[in-house]
């Protein structure tokens, strides 16, 4: 087993929390993983990446080659397609939708849209809303998790235990909240996938 | 027993320190490096065990007060980022001199490809310098156990051990295998103390102890257990790879290498093992994060026309980060099949926070140079600041290190420019801005000093600022006139004010300071938190 997965983002909209989830179940599960974070200056607003690499057997680097990830998992469009030249031919981008425009010349949107309708694998959700409809507009990020968890290879239970443990500190009602969020993701990308 | 845990590298070595019987920890923050002290600080064990683990006010005070709790027998880690070696070379250079009682280590991390620094330097070459034993962890989990080494060495050699970091190392992930701490050390004083007086007799003794060291140091690197050689059955060409450099050439070959390769993690070189391979091999590539230090080293070692290839010779690019792909051209492989790079994506750089309070000191600062002093100079300084270079303010003329802006501004009013405007923090003011200043008071420099106050180290993540609650006892007693020492928060609703305060102390002749203070956002949102 072995996944591949560039996190991306803008800073501050909470990639590191989708990792440290992710990171958790691997563990649990008894997989390799390594995990490459970006921290200091570019955390304020500008665009930040994870790359996550979970394996069954020793992982060398800590950075993806190019041509390597099987998946983009993306709080922000743009960011998504960021990254393109790291995604394996056969992989898969998961994205928000939404366009986070704190740039003067962000991209024409029907240009972005465009981009994303060429993509040959791909789940692009509105995860603002569906964050919105299921728990809050801060889950955003468990959102976009439930969203990937499909393409994980990584129990869904095992991962739901993980958001247990990193908002246990926060309370009851603010686990119960992630864990809504993250079915939401997980159940809009099985109906986009059946469609 | 074992234990797994999932750790950051710079967390990694903060547990093995502490798991080698740490008694403190001495740093200022700075990206990659804050994480270490700040793992140390949350860590129950350090809490129990009462280690010490305040911020210093700066690299150099850090590693003075390290260097005195190894004066005083117990094992003391100092933490900084490579350009805060610059500002601590002083007391590190000449710790080797005086060596170490204690185990003492010296962790510095580097930023190459500059994600959150100003310039690109390779602390190998400190090492090199100050004739210290030089560790490099290629993996989280060296990095735990290399620590524990590294605080041995110093120990049996009585010598500083300076470990080093990359930017990827420091803040990447991986599972870690942990084991019992050991205790700490008994508080005792060193057995010889003439070395401890660095007057030129004395020292005159240990420079020739510390070069004889440094010979014995290089027969301990070809022995260690970090430093290995993997024959391969194909001698057209040999590997050596340095930390982290390691990984990627692995990470090129699945199925293990072809080539032979050597692993560099802890130095002086071992010039024997490099020998070794010259003697086997028809080339050698040198791969290594950072500046050319081993690929010149190399170069010294070996007669005769063997090529040597690496970031001087262009196979490696000559500047920035390592990547899987960059080592992967440089052993001639040809590059994976990609997805075309998309047209349409713009850079999109990091700004100051909306709502942070250096935008409305920046307001007011670029109204007034602009509408009024065309003519000004902003001489900024290293901090969150920094950003307002970038659209929209365009605010600042210079920044170059810790406290330059005060110094620049008054070497350039020295010369004549007016106005002559310092903008620094209030964590970088205490850290390199004091001294400065009470140089422009002593010559009556005409310059205005802003110390944009927001209450803590703010682009490392919030840690404490030395001088919060006592900016202006500080600056009336470095000598700044009580009367010129103006406060105000900074707030849309307050710019006119600030905006006078800045014309009044423009046209001050005199060195003045105002105090623009309102707490970082960032913090004030998780103190916001833990009151709810």
């Known amino acids: 087993m072995k996944r591949d997965i560039i996190l991306s983002g803008v800073g501050g909209q909470g990639i590191l929390s989708i990792a440290t989830v992710i990171g958790r179940a691997a563990l649990a599960e008894g997989l390799q993983l390594k995990q490459a974070e970006v921290h200091g200056m570019s955390q304020r607003g500008g665009d930040v990446q994870s790359n996550l690499r979970i394996s069954s057997s020793a992982i060398h680097a800590d950075l993806i080659p190019r041509g390597e990830a099987d998946l983009i998992v993306s709080l922000e469009p743009m960011e998504a397609l960021r990254y393109l030249p790291w995604l394996a031919s056969d992989g898969w981008v998961i994205t928000n939708t939404v366009p986070l425009v704190n740039i003067p010349d962000y991209p024409d949107a029907d240009a972005l849209q465009r981009e994303l309708e060429a993509l040959p694998h791909a789940v692009t959700l509105d995860i603002d809303a569906l964050a919105k409809a299921a728990a809050s507009p801060r889950s955003a990020n468990m959102v976009l998790l439930g969203a990937a968890a499909p393409f994980l290879d990584i129990d869904a239970a095992k991962l739901e235990a993980g958001i247990r443990d990193i908002f246990a500190r926060k309370g009851e009602q603010v686990v119960e909240m992630n864990l809504a969020a993250f079915r939401a993701g997980y159940e809009a990308t099985q109906k986009q996938a059946k469609r | ?532």
């Open chain 2, 1 to 532: 027993m074992e234990k797994r845990e999932l750790l950051l590298g710079d967390e990694a070595l903060a547990l093995g320190a502490l798991h080698a019987g740490l008694s403190g920890v001495y740093a200022y923050p700075g990206t990659p490096s804050t994480e270490i002290t700040e793992y140390i600080q949350d860590h129950p064990l350090a809490v129990a065990r009462g280690v010490h683990r305040t911020w210093s006010s700066n690299e150099k005070t850090a590693m003075e007060e390290a260097l005195g709790m190894s004066f005083a027998g117990k094992r003391a880690l100092v933490c900084m980022k490579h350009v805060g070696l610059n500002v601590a070379a002083d007391a590190f250079v000449n710790a080797a001199m005086t060596g170490a009682n204690g185990g003492l280590v010296v962790v510095v991390a580097d930023d190459p490809s500059m994600h959150s620094s100003q310039n690109e330097q390779d602390s190998r070459f400190y090492g090199k310098f100050a004739l210290v034993p030089t560790f490099e962890p290629s993996t989280q989990q060296e990095a735990y156990d290399m620590v524990k080494a590294a605080f041995e060495l110093s120990e049996r050699f009585r010598i500083p051990v300076l470990m080093r970091l990359t930017t990827r190392m420091a803040h990447s992930r991986a599972v870690v295998e942990v084991t019992e701490p050991r205790a700490e050390n008994e508080l005792h004083s060193p057995a010889e103390t003439r070395q401890w007086v660095l007057m030129p007799g004395n020292s005159r003794v240990r420079y020739k102890i510390l070069l004889d060291d440094y010979a014995r140091l290089e027969t301990e690197a070809a022995a260690s257990p970090f430093n290995t050689y993997t024959e391969g059955p194909d001698k057209r060409l040999g590997i050596i790879a340095c930390g982290i450099a390691h990984n990627y050439v692995m990470e090129n070959y699945p199925d293990g290498c072809p080539h032979p390769v050597l692993k560099l993690s802890q130095y002086p070189l071992p010039r024997d093992l490099v020998r070794r391979m010259a003697s086997e091999c028809q080339a050698l590539l040198v791969v290594e994060e950072g500046q050319p230090v081993v690929e010149e080293a190399v170069r010294g070692v070996l007669p005769g026309p063997l090529p040597i290839r690496g970031r001087l010779t262009g196979e490696l690019p000559r500047t920035g980060e390592l990547t899987p792909d960059s080592v992967r051209a440089a052993l001639g492989m040809s590059p994976h099949r990609t997805h075309a790079a998309s047209e349409i994506v713009v850079p999109r750089p990091p700004a100051l926070c909306q709502g942070c309070g250096h935008r409305d000191m920046y307001t007011a600062l670029t109204e007034v140079v602009r509408e009024e002093y065309p003519a000004g100079k902003v001489f900024s300084d290293i901090g969150c600041y920094t950003l307002g270079w970038l659209a929209p303010f365009h605010a600042i003329d210079t920044c170059v290190d810790m406290g330059a802006s005060i110094t620049m501004a008054k070497g350039a009013a020295d010369a004549g420019q007016h106005p002559s405007i310092a903008v620094i923090g209030d964590s970088t003011f205490t850290h390199s801005g004091m001294t400065g200043l009470l140089d422009a008071v002593n010559e009556r420099a005409n310059i205005t000093v802003i110390i944009s106050d927001n209450l803590t180290t703010g682009m490392t993540g919030g840690q404490d600022s030395a001088g919060t609650g006592r900016l202006e006892q500080i600056c009336a007693g470095i000598g700044v006139d009580p009367a010129h020492i103006r406060v105000t928060v900074p707030l849309p609703r307050n710019r006119e004010e600030l905006k006078a305060m800045i014309r009044e102390e423009i046209a001050y002749p005199g060195v003045s300071v105002i105090i623009p203070r309102r707490e970082c956002i960032q913090t004030a949102k998780k103190h916001n938190t833990a009151k709810k």
